[in-house]
C-alpha cells in the first residue's frame, strides 16, 4: 500500500518551496490520487486515447512521467506494439524510483525513463504524447516551444494530451479546496501546500493553452475532460 501524504500535516514556521524529492516520491501516489480531481479518469481515458492512436513502431512520450503512471498504462492497454516508450522527468528522486518499480511489472514494450528536461528534449516519430499536469511547473516563457517540438515529433494523426491546471474563477478554486478536504486534506495542509506551489506551479488561462496549441499548428483541439480548475486537452495533428 502507498504511504500516506502528509507532508504538510505538521505546522511549518517557514513554508519551503514544493520540489519533487524524495519525500514527495514516498508518497506521491497517495498525493496525486487525493489532489488532483479525476486523476483516475484522466489515466482511463489515456489508455482509451492510446488504443486509438499509437501505432506500432512508433514512440510514445511522457513528459513529466514522475512514477510513470501514465507510460504504463499506454503499455499496458496498447499490448506488444513495438512500440518505444519514453517517460522523461527532471527529478533524479522520481527516475530513481520509476527504475526500482520497473524491476516488478511486466511490460509489453520498450519502457524508457530518462532523467532530462521537457524543455530540452528531442521528440520524433511520435504518434502519442501526453503531458499529465507537468507543463504547469515550467517557466511560462518554455511552454510555447514545448508545445511546438511536441507537434514537430509528432507524425500525421497523432494525439498529443495535454492536463493543466488552470487560472479560474475564485468559486471553482473554492470548489477544488473542498475537494482536498473531503479527500481527508486539513485546512492547514491544504493552506500550506497552495504557499508551497505559489512559485513552482504557475497556472495558465485555458485559452491560452487552446491559442498555443491551435499556433503551432494543431487541427482538432477538444477539452475532454474538466473538473474544478484541472482541464485534459486532446489535439491530433
Ligand atoms: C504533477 S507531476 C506529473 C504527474 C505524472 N505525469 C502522472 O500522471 O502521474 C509533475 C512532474 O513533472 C516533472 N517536471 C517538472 N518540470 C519538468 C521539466 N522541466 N522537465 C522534466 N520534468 C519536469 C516533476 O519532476 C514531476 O515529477
Known amino acids: 500500500m502507498t504511504p500516506k501524504d502528509n507532508i504538510f500535516a505538521e505546522s511549518f514556521s517557514q513554508v519551503k518551496a514544493f520540489e519533487f524529492d524524495e519525500k514527495v516520491v514516498s508518497v506521491f501516489p497517495d498525493m496525486i490520487k487525493r489532489s488532483v480531481p479525476g486523476y483516475d479518469t484522466i489515466l482511463k481515458g489515456i489508455a482509451m486515447m492510446a488504443m486509438k492512436y ?30 518505444k516508450v519514453f517517460a522523461i522527468d527532471n ?5 530513481k524510483q520509476l527504475y526500482s518499480n520497473l524491476k ?13 528536461d521537457v524543455h530540452q528534449y528531442p521528440v520524433t516519430n ?13 517557466p511560462v516563457e518554455q511552454r510555447k516551444k514545448v508545445i511546438h517540438d511536441v507537434y514537430r515529433g509528432l507524425n500525421p494523426n497523432g494525439i498529443f ?21 473531503v479527500n481527508g486534506y ?7 501546500k497552495r504557499q508551497a ?24 483541439i477538444e477539452v475532454w475532460f474538466r473538473a474544478f480548475n484541472f482541464v485534459s486537452i486532446t489535439a491530433i495533428k
Open 54 to 83: 499509437v501505432q506500432p513502431n512508433s514512440h510514445v512520450y511522457d513528459l513529466g512521467a514522475s512514477l510513470g503512471a501514465v507510460a504504463l498504462t499506454i503499455d499496458q492497454s496498447i499490448g506488444h506494439q513495438s512500440v
Open 91 to 95: 527529478s533524479k528522486a522520481m527516475i
Open 104 to 116: 516488478s511489472i511486466q511490460l509489453n514494450n520498450e519502457l524508457l525513463p530518462d532523467l532530462a
Open 126 to 138: 511520435a504518434s502519442m504524447v501526453v503531458s499529465n499536469f507537468t507543463l504547469q511547473f515550467m
Open 161 to 181: 494530451v495535454l492536463s493543466e491546471k488552470v487560472q479560474s474563477s475564485q468559486a471553482l478554486i473554492d470548489y477544488y479546496h473542498g475537494y482536498k478536504k
Open 186 to 192: 486539513s485546512d492547514m495542509e491544504i493552506a500550506q
Open 197 to 220: 506551489l505559489e512559485d513552482s506551479l504557475r497556472p495558465d488561462a485555458l485559452d491560452e493553452w487552446i491559442k498555443r496549441l491551435r499556433n503551432v499548428g494543431f487541427a482538432k
